[in-house]
């Protein structure tokens, strides 16, 4: 364009600038298109938990540092008085959660704890599945949970999902998280609503087994259960020499939770797990238990 117009380079920058200026100043008298502001709760918790699990996969400290600084932000932001919202942004937050929300936002947490363990985390885990609990599931003895809570606004249909669709399904993520956290802390309420959505969803599970990857997944592990290890460890050196043990095992339907032995108020069965002579290993499948290993070679042997 300078050599069509006979310009200098800089000449035809400084056009170009004014024209780009003059096209701005009569496009701001159009109205703008509408924004999509919003954060949406239940999309933000499968990106934490993809996070934490990458993280872990890959001993990425920056990937659970973005896990974390989003979690921080849904509980300042999106965590109201024991409640869910279902999205936040620049009017605030706003409608009550639904099952994804929640059963989502678990299954983040149980990811997370995994990184490393938080009083606030677990207590918030245990909030969620009571609510699920007390909020969604079909109290009527058919089993699953509803997408909208009991005090919802009533609606033509109440829906109980079952199948994917673009996100996981709620009830899937709600029954597989319910069983983590039952048999790490021994909630056996958690493990029977979970088993009570499986029996509720089996037939359409053998109509279209396609469509049903997360109750599936959930389905087996209800079947043949996960293990879960619990360590508890003295300070960092010895939690450095426990996870060196564990390279690669986050992967194998292992659960890892290091638990440092000073650790206050936790869950009745996890106080117990505590050694006097220093760090200490409990390997569980579901709700059975080998003796404590206090060795890290040797819970690495065993494992693999």
């Known amino acids: 364009m300078a050599r069509e117009l006979g310009l200098t380079r800089d000449q035809a920058q400084a056009r170009l600038v004014q024209a780009r200026?003059?096209?701005?100043?009569?496009?701001?008298?159009?109205?703008?298109?509408?924004?999509?502001?919003?954060?949406l709760t239940a999309w933000n918790a499968l990106m934490i938990g993809g996070l934490a699990r990458s993280a872990r996969a890959m001993q990425a400290p920056a990937l659970l540092a973005h896990a974390e600084t989003a979690l921080?932000?849904?509980?300042?932001?999106?965590?109201?008085?024991?409640?869910?919202?279902?999205?936040?942004?620049?009017?605030?937050?706003?409608?009550?959660g639904y099952l994804d929300d929640n059963a989502f936002l678990l299954d983040a947490l149980l990811e997370c704890l995994q990184c490393r363990w938080s009083k606030r985390d677990i207590d918030w885990a245990v909030q969620l599945a009571d609510?699920?609990?007390?909020?969604?599931?079909?109290?009527?003895?058919?089993?699953?949970?509803?997408?909208?809570?009991?005090?919802?606004e009533r609606l033509i249909q109440r829906s109980k999902p079952w199948t994917d669709d673009a996100t996981p399904s709620g009830n899937g993520i709600a029954a597989?998280?319910?069983?983590?956290?039952?048999?790490?802390?021994?909630?056996?309420?958690?493990?029977?609503?979970?088993?009570?959505?499986?029996?509720?969803a089996f037939s359409t599970m053998q109509q279209m087994p396609l469509a049903c990857a997360s109750l599936q997944r959930a389905l087996n592990d209800f079947l043949h259960?996960?293990?879960?290890?619990?360590?508890?460890?003295?300070?960092?050196?010895?939690?450095?020499?426990?996870?060196?043990?564990?390279?690669?095992?986050?992967?194998?339907?292992?659960?890892?939770?290091?638990?440092?032995?000073?650790?206050?108020?936790?869950?009745?069965?996890?106080?117990?797990?505590?050694?006097?002579?220093?760090?200490?290993?409990?390997?569980?499948?579901?709700?059975?238990c080998l003796p404590p290993l206090r060795d890290a070679s040797a819970l690495g042997s065993y494992l693999a």
């Open 131 to 152: 609510a699920l609990l007390a909020r969604f599931e079909d109290n009527g003895g058919q089993g699953g949970f509803f997408f909208t809570a009991h005090d919802h």
């Open 21 to 39: 200026g003059k096209l701005f100043e009569a496009r701001s008298t159009r109205i703008p298109p509408g924004l999509d502001d919003k954060l």
């Open 176 to 200: 597989r998280a319910l069983l983590r956290l039952g048999h790490l802390l021994g909630e056996t309420r958690y493990v029977d609503a979970a088993e009570r959505t499986l029996r509720a």
């Open 72 to 96: 921080d932000y849904m509980w300042r932001n999106v965590w109201r008085d024991g409640r869910l919202q279902a999205k936040a942004g620049a009017d605030s937050a706003r409608f009550p």
């Open 225 to 288: 259960p996960r293990t879960h290890v619990v360590i508890r460890h003295a300070d960092v050196q010895e939690s450095n020499a426990w996870q060196a043990s564990l390279q690669g095992m986050s992967m194998r339907r292992i659960d890892i939770y290091l638990i440092a032995a000073d650790a206050a108020d936790l869950p009745a069965i996890l106080r117990a797990q505590t050694h006097a002579s220093g760090g200490v290993a409990y390997v569980c499948r579901g709700s059975q």
